[in-house]
């Protein structure tokens, strides 16, 4: 089945702590992204790569970092989480920016 | 800066109901995307359309996309409380090149069908 993972699925964690949420999809899509959604604001990206070795800042990138070392896996990574990234996370994947997305199930982060 | 505006923000109706809700933009889009999001789950792409005055139909859903390619509809017969959900949609820019197009996504309109 053509899917996108996400994990972990709900994660509660501390100020300062540093987490990585995982992602991974099956379909060989070259381009993946992370949003974070927030209510009233909507899906704002945080990140995208257009292939192996190739990222670029989304619209709200402070306080995030990504790799993509392989096709498949887009880890994002908070180095030092702090309250304001309490939100719902998203990762997608498709064929180009643009194009139709597969979204994950999400991960729903809380930070105290 | 472009921006998408879906209307209304909520809708609570009554099964077997039929509705509409609309996507609107000032500016102009190479292809919108309809999503339905369920609670606590990603979205889930329902249709891309492409060309100005496109109708797609997916069972009881119908989508058009406006002859400008500025504004879009969802029209919904015989609404099921399955129907229930974020409904949101996302232009593809004109900007950029190729592949390197972003989404600009609106806010959603929040469906509750009730039995």
């Known amino acids: 089945e053509a899917q996108v993972t996400q994990n972990p699925r709900y994660l509660i964690t501390v100020t300062g702590k540093k987490l990585t949420v995982t992602c991974s999809q099956n379909?060989?899509?070259?381009?993946m992204s992370w949003y974070r959604q927030d209510p009233g604001l909507g899906l704002r990206q945080i990140y995208y790569s257009m292939n192996v070795e190739v990222t670029d800042k989304g619209d709200v990138p402070e306080g995030y970092k990504v790799s993509r070392k392989e096709k498949r896996n887009f880890p994002l990574i908070l180095e030092s989480p702090s309250p304001n990234q309490t939100s719902l996370y998203f990762c997608?994947?498709?064929?180009?920016?643009?194009?139709?997305?597969?979204f994950g199930s999400g991960t729903r982060l809380t930070v105290v | 800066t472009q921006l998408l505006e879906q209307s209304p923000q909520f809708l609570s109706i009554q099964e077997g109901e039929n509705l509409t809700v609309y996507c609107n933009s000032s500016s102009v889009f190479s292809s919108l995307q309809w999503y339905r999001q369920e609670p606590g789950e990603g979205p889930v792409l329902l249709v891309t359309v492409v060309t100005g005055g496109e109708v797609k139909k997916l069972k009881r859903l119908t989508f058009q996309f406006g002859d400008a390619r500025k504004d879009s509809s969802l029209h919904i017969t015989a609404a099921q409380p399955g129907d229930t959900g974020l409904y949101l949609c996302a232009g593809r820019s004109v900007l950029g090149a190729g592949n390197n197009r972003k989404l600009i996504w609106g806010l959603g309109t929040s469906l509750a069908v009730n039995p």
């Open positions: 997608a994947s498709s064929l180009g920016q643009g194009v139709g997305y597969t």
């Open positions: 379909m060989n899509h070259e381009y």
